[in-house]
């Protein structure tokens, strides 16, 4: 069993619509959570992370970790056509290494 | 800020011959981090540097690889000899020491990738 599973679509929405973007994980050892936005030929770029179990709001943006499942979720609210990229959960355990474990992301396409 | 610099951004080689790809961190981020992403897979961790130490290097495939970290700097790795398997885009990331809020969240700033294609 992979340590982070996430659906790799591909997801097509038509523009203004809500988004809703999942992984599960199976390490209880997480502690970090995040998603990176990635946009074709750059590099994964931030986009939200939370800290243990709970909500995180940042625009049009939503987190949601919800530890007991071992589910996390990224809503995109009103989603625009410029929310088309590679979306890619990642968590870590923390600490001095923290080395990032990624699902294998979801490319999201938001029509106009 | 200057951002994480990759190079080259694209390298084609053939089985068995050499091939070294660069890594410019951020200015002043102590750690550096390289990533593989082979294709139809998730991007995997290969080690980590904290300055010019290996702190990590579990993810590293075989004795093929070869990574440095010139004090403490800039970055190579080395590939030798390449094989197919090899292929993928290698991704370089960097952080401060105690990057992010709580202590421990590591926010890593990710370089746009060298894509290795060997035939």
């Known amino acids: 069993q992979k340590e982070v599973e996430q659906d790799p679509g591909p997801l097509s929405v038509p523009e203004g619509a809500i988004v809703s973007l999942n992984c599960t994980y199976s390490?209880?050892?997480?502690?970090?959570f995040m998603w990176y936005r990635q946009y074709s030929r750059k590099g994964p770029e931030l986009l939200m992370y939370?800290?243990?179990?709970g909500n995180k709001e940042d625009g049009r943006f939503t987190a949601q970790v919800d530890k007991s499942s071992k589910y996390i979720s990224l809503f995109i609210r009103d989603s625009q056509p410029s929310d088309s990229a590679t979306y890619l959960c990642?968590?870590?355990?923390?600490?001095?290494?923290?080395?990032?474990?990624f699902g294998k992301g979801i490319t999201l396409s938001v029509r106009p | 800020e200057a951002g994480v610099t990759q190079f080259p951004s694209h390298s084609v080689i053939e089985k068995g011959q050499t091939v070294t790809l660069r890594c410019d961190p951020i200015?002043?981020?102590?750690?550096l981090y390289w990533y593989r992403r082979v294709m139809g897979k998730e991007i995997k961790f290969l080690l980590h540097?904290?300055?010019?130490?290996?702190?990590?290097e579990s993810g590293m495939p075989n004795n093929r690889f070869l990574a440095e970290r010139t004090g403490g700097t800039y970055s190579t790795l080395k590939v030798q000899p390449a094989e197919l398997e090899d292929s993928g885009v290698y991704f370089c990331?960097?952080?401060?020491?105690?990057?992010?809020?709580?202590?421990?969240?590591?926010?890593?700033?990710f370089g746009a990738g060298s894509r290795l294609t060997v035939l």
């Open positions: 990331a960097s952080s401060h020491a105690g990057t992010g809020v709580p202590s421990g969240a590591n926010v890593l700033t």
């Open positions: 390490n209880s050892a997480f502690q970090y």
């Open positions: 939370t800290y243990s179990s």
């Open positions: 990642a968590m870590s355990a923390g600490g001095a290494n923290s080395k990032l474990t």
């Open positions: 200015s002043g981020h102590d750690n």
């Open positions: 540097f904290v300055k010019e130490s290996k702190q990590d």
